[in-house]
C-alpha cells in the first residue's frame, strides 16, 4: 500500500495485497488521514468484483458522514451493480473531478 497525501488529499495506491488486506489497513491507519479525502486507486487490480468494492462499504460510509470524500478507482469496476453509496470511477482524473465536485457541494451548503 503505497499513500500520497498533500494538504487535503490521500490517494492510496493498492500494490499486492488483497482487497480484504488493503482495506484492513485502511482501517488501521484511518487516523492518519481521516481529515483528507481519500481517493484508493485499484488500477493494478484489472478486475475488481462487487464482493471486493463492498469491502470498502463501512469505511466509505464513515469517512463520507464526517463529510469527506471517498473515491474507488479502477477501469474494470461494474458501476452498474456497484450501491449508490460507493463511488467507483476509472480513472484517476475523475476520482479528482469528483472530489472538487463534491467540496463546492459542500461548501455551497448541498
Given amino acids: 500500500m503505497i499513500i500520497d497525501q498533500n494538504e487535503n488529499l490521500a490517494i492510496i495506491t493498492q500494490e499486492n495485497a488483497t482487497v480484504i488486506e488493503l482495506v484492513k489497513k485502511i482501517e488501521t491507519l484511518y487516523p492518519k488521514f481521516k481529515n483528507n479525502n481519500i481517493i484508493v486507486n485499484l488500477n493494478a487490480t484489472k478486475v475488481v468484483s462487487l464482493k471486493d468494492v463492498i469491502e470498502f462499504l463501512r469505511v466509505s460510509n464513515q469517512h463520507r ?39 463546492m457541494e459542500r461548501d455551497l451548503g448541498f
Fill in 65 to 103: 458522514a464526517a463529510k469527506h470524500s471517498f473515491v474507488i478507482v479502477n477501469e474494470g469496476a461494474d458501476t452498474d451493480n456497484t450501491p449508490d453509496e460507493i463511488i467507483i470511477v476509472p480513472t484517476l482524473q475523475e476520482a479528482h473531478d469528483i472530489i472538487e465536485m463534491e467540496v
